[in-house]
T-cell receptor, first 110, second 113 residues
Framework: TQLLEQSPQFLSIQEGENLTVYCNSSSVFSSLQWYRQEPGEGPVLLVTVVTGGEVKKLKRLTFQFGDARKDSSLHITAAQPGDTGLYLCAGGEYGNKLVFGAGTILRVKS | GAVVSQHPSRVICKSGTSVKIECRSL??????MFWYRQFPKKSLMLMATSNEGSKATYEQGVEKDKFLINHASLTLSTLTVTSAHPEDSSFYIC?????????FGPGTRLTVT
C-alpha cells in the first residue's frame, strides 16, 4: 500500500497570511486530489491533478503536482476565515482507490 | 461532479443492535462505491469497496461479518453495522468514483450507547 505524508498537521494563522500544505510520497500516483472538509460534512473535491508538473489555480488556491507525480502542494494566498477546515490530499491508486494523507487542520483567525 | 446522499445523517443506537446506513448516487450510475470511517479531526480510513452485483472487498482489519455491505443497484449501497458497540461510534462516509475522482456523501454520525 502506498503512503502519503501530509504536513503540517495543524496550522493556525492570521487572516491575510499565506500558507502551503505539502503531500509527499515515495510512490508514483496516477492522480492526486485535494479535498476540503468542514466538521460534520463530507469532503468536497477542490481539484484533481494528473500530469507531472501540473499547476492549477482556484481563486486564491494554487495546486501543484510534482514532476515525478510523487508529491503535491496546496498554496493559499491571503487566507480568510472562510478557508478554515480540514484539508486532505489523496493519491489515486489502482481500482480507483484513494490513499489519503493524514490531513491538515487549518484555522484562520480574523 | 456526482451528487451523493446518505441516510440517516445521524443515528443513535443501543449496544447490541444493528444499524443500516444508505448511500445513494443521485445523478450517476455507480458500479463502485467506497465506504470510509473517520474519527474526529483525523483523515478518512477506507473500510471497503462496494461492487454492484458482487461481494464487497474489505480492507485489512475490517470485519466483513460486522460491517455488512450490500450494493444491490447502480445507485444504492448500504452499510449495516451489526451488533454495534460503543467503539463503533464514528463518522461513516461513502463515495462514488467518476474517472480519477471520488465524490463523497455528507456522512452519517453513528453513536452507540
Amino acid at each position: 500500500t502506498q503512503l502519503l505524508e501530509q504536513s503540517p498537521q495543524f496550522l493556525s494563522i492570521q487572516e491575510g497570511e499565506n500558507l502551503t500544505v505539502y503531500c509527499n510520497s515515495s510512490s508514483v500516483f496516477s492522480s492526486l486530489q485535494w479535498y476540503r472538509q468542514e466538521p460534520g460534512e463530507g469532503p468536497v473535491l477542490l481539484v484533481t491533478v494528473v500530469t507531472g508538473g501540473e499547476v492549477k489555480k482556484l481563486k486564491r488556491l494554487t495546486f501543484q503536482f510534482g514532476d515525478a507525480r510523487k508529491d503535491s502542494s496546496l498554496h493559499i494566498t491571503a487566507a480568510q476565515p472562510g478557508d478554515t477546515g480540514l484539508y486532505l490530499c489523496a493519491g489515486g491508486e489502482y481500482g480507483n482507490k484513494l490513499v489519503f494523507g493524514a490531513g491538515t487542520i487549518l484555522r484562520v483567525k480574523s | 461532479g456526482a451528487v451523493v446522499s446518505q441516510h440517516p445523517s445521524r443515528v443513535i443506537c443501543k449496544s447490541g443492535t444493528s444499524v443500516k446506513i444508505e448511500c445513494r448516487s443521485l445523478d450517476f450510475q455507480a458500479t463502485t462505491m467506497f465506504w470510509y470511517r473517520q474519527f474526529p479531526k483525523k483523515s478518512l480510513m477506507l473500510m471497503a469497496t462496494s461492487n454492484e452485483g458482487s461481494k464487497a472487498t474489505y480492507e485489512q482489519g475490517v470485519e466483513k461479518d460486522k460491517f455488512l455491505i450490500n450494493h444491490a443497484s447502480l445507485t444504492l449501497s448500504t452499510l449495516t453495522v451489526t451488533s454495534a458497540h460503543p467503539e463503533d461510534s464514528s463518522f461513516y462516509i461513502c463515495s462514488v468514483t467518476s474517472g480519477h475522482e471520488q465524490y463523497f456523501g455528507p456522512g452519517t454520525r453513528l453513536t452507540v450507547t
